[in-house]
């Protein structure tokens, strides 16, 4: 099997953390990914902590890539502008390839120009910043990546970690991805978006979470479940619940169900045979018609589609 070639791009003020995860990620995907790192010169990067990074490749790497990784840098290096070299590097990538940017790196695609008219995100807590300087990109801070092909841009740290392991579902499926996530001892698939990670108010002494409960739903999703049914087993009353829900995980709980369920059911159609009514039964949905509705409103596509994309990746 042909191995796609990664390379990310280390620019000064660059993130160790951040930089290191496509190769981390991708590099546990069995042999599936080439990464290689590069700076726009092929010199030694400064990084935010008190240590540099060399790199073994120049922005000539940037013109073999099927996939560039924009890593992110430190807020004050953030410009509304590209610097020359940064624009030189940015124009080897071939047309078509797939760009992710992780964190700030948003803000580089934004400058170039790359993201307007689209969808994107960024790190929630320069959000506003990011609306202020780039008002042709749709910025959407709630959620932990976007995939807005052939760009796809993520928010802060480990959401570096999700969208990396969202590229090898999308490109071989869920067990692969399953696979490196349990090697590299992360969870497969974080629910919710960045609301539950922005600073909210101390909850009071001895407030029950909602976790038990999403537990218990999510092996009854195949049931017709309402808020009531999911408040009653939390033992709260409606509000509350719908409340603190959305405090923990960032969404409602209606769209929370539909999120699991449309996660269940692209499992099912990369795993199983069975037919679409069938996949719709067993997670929840009440026909197949609704399964394609809110499958395409999720991905983009039709089961139908996304049953044949993982067949031909398997």
Known sequence: MRRERVVVLALDGVYPFELGIPSRILGAADDRYEVLTCSVDGRPVRTNADFGVTVEHGPEALAT???????PVAPSRLADEVSADV????????????????????????????????????????ADRFRRMFPRVDLDPDVLFVDDHPFLTSAGAASGVDI???????????RLANSVARRCVVPPFRDGGQAQYIEQPVPEQGAA???????????RLDEPLTLADLSGHARMS???????????????????????????ARHLLESSDLTVDQIAG???????ASLRQHLNAAIGVSPQAYRRTFQTAR
């Open 65 to 71: 890539a099927g996939t560039v990784v924009i890593a």
């Open 87 to 126: 624009l030189a590097a940015l124009a080897l990538i071939r047309p078509g390839t797939r760009i992710v940017s992780i964190c700030t790196g948003a803000f580089v695609l934004a400058a170039a120009g790359l993201l307007d008219g689209r969808r994107a995100t960024t790190h929630w807590q320069v």
């Open 164 to 174: 990396c392991l969202h590229l090898v579902r999308k490109d071989h499926g869920s």
């Open 209 to 219: 979470s909602t976790a038990g409960t999403r537990a218990w739903a999510l092996e």
């Open 238 to 264: 409606q509000r509350t619940f719908a409340r603190r829900f959305h405090d923990e995980v960032g969404l409602s709980p209606g769209r929370w169900l539909i999120q699991q369920r449309v996660v269940r």
């Open 282 to 288: 067993r997670v929840g949905f009440a026909t197949g």
